[in-house]
């Protein structure tokens, strides 16, 4: 299939579209590099820079294509900083992708893939979420996805859009040749690693009075090479009619242990320091997967935190100044 990748230069988008063509679909990577990587595009890849949300661009980029199916990982993607600046990711997630969608009304493209989020699940009644856990988003962040998830369901009645919407819990790991690369890096693992790595001092434990075993949080890591086979098996499930899913290994480890498990893996030291707590931070999120495993046949293969952590320490050790564009 022809498929356009938003945010294909990114974390996730690069690795789904690095599989993509594996499976020899054909992929055009649309990113405007604010957040991505050249150098994270793969090869086989044609590579358009600009803005998901630049109308004229991307109708271009999808008559010229013949584009099938869009797989939109352009975002803003911090639950911290969107409780900071909550129009950046209020107007700025669902504007954008607003567009692309009415780019994709205009050219008669019908099949979506949208990067959601656990965010939509702020204070979970049960553990492990399940697909039917009201949707309370925790932050400006989880709002702007559900945002657009909603206006999924009404472009699905009125045009006829097959969608997915796949809700990651904690994206990590890294495949050999791509992994997580953000400036500035704010997510648990790759800070963990860098202080391994002696690239920073200590590592600061976001709270420690959160009602879970060690009082610090709790989340469900899930490695990126099985969250883009999700992705692939949801674009060729969507022929049956639209999805919504929540992706995780349904296992959750706390922040503690986290630094625990990358210790053993890196034999490094990693000092910590408890600090407070960050707002938008639910207590617990582990994902209930069962309705992919079943409808989809999903299965995590790399579900072992230890096996996570390994292959980004694998991709940090060689990519020590990450990518070089
Ligand atoms: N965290 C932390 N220190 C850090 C970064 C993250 O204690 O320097 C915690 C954070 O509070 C959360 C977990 O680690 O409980 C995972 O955070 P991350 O930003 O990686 O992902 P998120 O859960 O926000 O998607």
């Not at 553990?127 to 657009?148: D, F, M, N, R």
């Not at 998830?149 to 009404?154: D, G, T, Y």
């Not at 408890?274 to 994902?287: F, K, M, Q, T, Y």
């Amino acid at each position: 299939m022809k498929v356009l990748v938003t945010g294909g230069a990114g974390y996730i988008g690069s690795v789904t579209a690095e599989r993509l063509l594996a499976a020899g679909d054909q992929v055009t990577v649309l990113d405007d590099l604010s957040q991505g990587h050249r150098a994270a595009v793969p090869a086989g890849a044609d590579f358009v820079q600009g803005d998901a949300g630049d109308r004229p661009l991307v109708e271009r980029a999808l008559r010229e294509r013949g584009i099938e199916a869009v797989m939109h990982f352009a975002s803003f993607s911090l639950v911290g900083e969107s409780m900071q600046r909550p129009f950046k990711y209020l107007r700025g997630n669902t504007a954008t992708g607003l567009s692309l969608l009415e780019a994709m009304a205009e050219c008669g493209v019908r099949r979506f893939i949208l990067s959601s989020t656990a965010n939509l699940f702020d204070k979970p009644g049960r553990i492990p979420v399940a697909e039917t856990e009201p949707v309370v988003p925790g932050s400006p962040y989880g709002e702007s996805k559900h945002a657009l998830e909603r206006a999924l369901k009404w472009l699905e009645r009125i045009n006829g859009l097959r969608y997915a919407a796949l809700r990651y819990f904690n994206a990590a790991g890294a495949t050999a040749e791509r992994g997580e690369d953000h400036h500035p890096e704010t997510h648990l693992i790759p800070l963990v690693l860098k202080t391994a790595m002696g690239k920073q001092e200590k590592v600061v434990i976001y709270g420690d009075d959160y009602p879970t075993r060690d009082g610090t949080c709790v989340r469900d890591y899930i490695h990126v090479s099985d969250l883009a086979r999700a992705h692939i098996l949801a674009l060729r499930a969507l022929d049956r009619g639209s999805l919504v899913y929540n992706l995780g290994n349904g296992r959750g480890f706390t922040v503690s242990e986290v630094v625990e498990t990358a210790r053993e893996v890196t034999g490094r030291e990693i000092r910590t320091e408890v600090g407070s707590r960050r707002p938008g931070d639910p207590a617990e999120l582990v994902a209930s997967s069962e309705r992919i495993r079943k409808e989809l046949g999903w299965e995590p293969e790399h579900a072992d935190l230890k096996s996570i952590i390994s292959s980004a320490w694998e991709w940090h050790s060689s990519h020590p100044d990450g990518y070089i564009d």
